[in-house]
């Protein structure tokens, strides 16, 4: 799987729209993009994943360069709640290990 | 409603004191993962589940075992804990690792080693 850079703290302020990149400029033809978050003492979250195309959910956008060597998550209202580590992940599709999570970028919104 | 159920939320055992960790699924996956997470660090896959079929990771330890008696239930067995092993234990289900599905993760089972 290919291998992720992601800033490893960023804060927001409540209410604004939080984008957080990552760096894959490793990533081969038929490995997708995943997003997870993990409040804190929770399991980690699945947010939204997306092959070449933008993707948008009720969390969150996705949005990958045309190259597919970066992304950017977007979290349009930022609240308290989504305070979290946010990780970036890329594993290709028939991986039998899934997901191999980076360090993550741990995400403060503030009040 | 909680699909993936780990128990106990928290879990103290002794210094070489076998001890499993219990995680059961509502969702009907084919697959169960157990991951390790330690403190300010990333989860590390330990290993999964396809149905029957056991897939180690190749750095975990061998003090690590597990059993999936049935689809629903999935345990992790640590015979001999050390000090090292204290850490968040998560599992985590998918209905099929050859497709492009996303994980679902349980709360966690928070080991500590005394």
């Known amino acids: 799987d290919a291998k992720t850079t992601q800033p490893t703290s960023m804060d927001c302020a409540e209410g604004r729209a939080a984008n957080l990149p990552c760096n894959h400029s490793?990533?081969?033809?038929?490995?997708?993009v995943y997003w997870y978050r993990q409040i804190h003492s929770q399991g980690p979250q699945y947010i939204i994943h997306g092959l070449k195309n933008n993707e948008t959910n009720e969390m969150a956008s996705l949005i990958i360069t045309e190259d597919r060597k970066s992304s950017t998550l977007i979290l349009p209202h930022a609240t308290l709640r989504d305070t979290a580590v946010y990780y970036c992940?890329?594993?290709?599709?028939?991986?039998?290990?899934?997901?191999?999570f980076g360090s993550g970028t741990q995400l403060t919104v503030l009040p | 409603d909680a699909m993936v159920i780990q128990n106990p939320r928290y879990q103290v055992t002794q210094f070489g004191k076998p001890v499993t960790l219990s995680c059961s699924q509502t969702?009907?996956?084919?697959?169960m993962y157990w991951y390790q997470q330690k403190s300010s660090q990333a989860p590390k896959l330990l290993f999964h589940?396809?149905?029957?079929?056991?897939?180690n990771e190749a750095d975990t330890p061998d003090n690590f075992q597990s059993r999936r008696p049935n689809t629903s239930f999935c345990f992790l067995d640590i015979r001999s804990p050390g000090l090292g092993d204290a850490a968040m234990y998560l599992c985590a289900t998918s209905r099929d690792p050859g497709r492009n599905e996303k994980l679902f993760f349980g709360s966690g089972t928070q080991l500590s080693v005394l």
């Open positions: 490793t990533i081969s033809g038929n490995e997708y």
């Open positions: 589940y396809y149905d029957k079929d056991f897939n």
């Open positions: 969702l009907n996956h084919n697959v």
């Open positions: 992940i890329v594993t290709g599709a028939g991986s039998a290990r899934q997901l191999t």
